[in-house]
Every structure is written in C-alpha cells, then in structure tokens.
C-alpha cells in the first residue's frame, strides 16, 4: 500500500504562482516508477498534466501547461513538486498526485492517487 498526500493549493489571482506538494508514505515505489499531476476542473474530465520518473531525470508536460507549470522531485525522492506559474483562471480545480510506473500514470491509472488539493485563480 502505497498513501500520497498533497499540500499547498489556494486562492490567487491571475497571473501569479503556488507549489504543490505531494509525499509519498507506506510501501517504496522502485526506480523504474513514476510520478504525476493530474487536475479536474470545473465541467471537465479529470486531465493529464505532467510526469516524472522517480529518479527526477526526466519530464513531460501536456500542451496546455507547458512552459507555465514545473515538475520536479526532491527530499530524498520522497516528495514531488508541482510549480504553477502565470496562472489562468482556467487553471482552477482540484490538483491530484499520482504514482505508479510510467504507462499507467500516463494514462490516467496510476496504483496511487492523492485526496487532492483545490486551487482557485480569481480574475
């Protein structure tokens, strides 16, 4: 069993930045896994927003946050970032943390989800 819980959603206005934080507890994920973010905004489908593998050597953004929002992993590879910038208020919903191996948090079905975290962007 493998618990993800993530931290530091808010309320900003457009065009500014938050962190999100997602730690890892209870059973080791490997090496070879991988870990993501994932958002469902209002009237829309839960979607892909960047993963990582787990060693933080490499990357890969959707289209629609690229350049904007920052994957990263730090603390021992027990905790993954999410940085947003330039934020839209398109950008509101809930955030979720995914772990798993890299096929299935790609695809939207990771062993792990987080409770997820709200972030608001007031106009």
């Known amino acids: 069993q493998v618990s993800l819980e993530e931290s530091g959603g808010g309320s900003v206005q457009a065009g500014g930045s938050l962190r999100l934080s997602c730690v890892a507890s209870?059973?080791?994920?490997?090496?070879?896994?991988?870990m993501g973010w994932f958002r469902q905004s209002p009237g829309k489908e839960r979607e892909f927003l960047a993963v990582?593998?787990?060693?933080?050597?490499?990357?890969f953004y959707a289209d629609s946050v690229k350049g904007r929002f920052t994957i990263a992993r730090a603390n021992a590879n027990d905790t993954t970032y999410l940085y947003l910038d330039s934020l839209k208020p398109e950008d509101r919903g809930v955030y979720y943390c995914?772990?798993?191996?890299?096929?299935?948090?790609?695809?939207?079905?990771?062993?792990?989800w987080g409770q997820g975290t709200q972030v608001t962007v007031s106009s």
């Open positions: 209870g059973d080791a994920l490997d090496d070879s896994a991988a």
């Open positions: 990582i593998n787990w060693r933080g050597t490499s990357t």
């Open positions: 995914a772990g798993g191996n890299g096929p299935g948090v790609l695809a939207g079905i990771p062993r792990a």
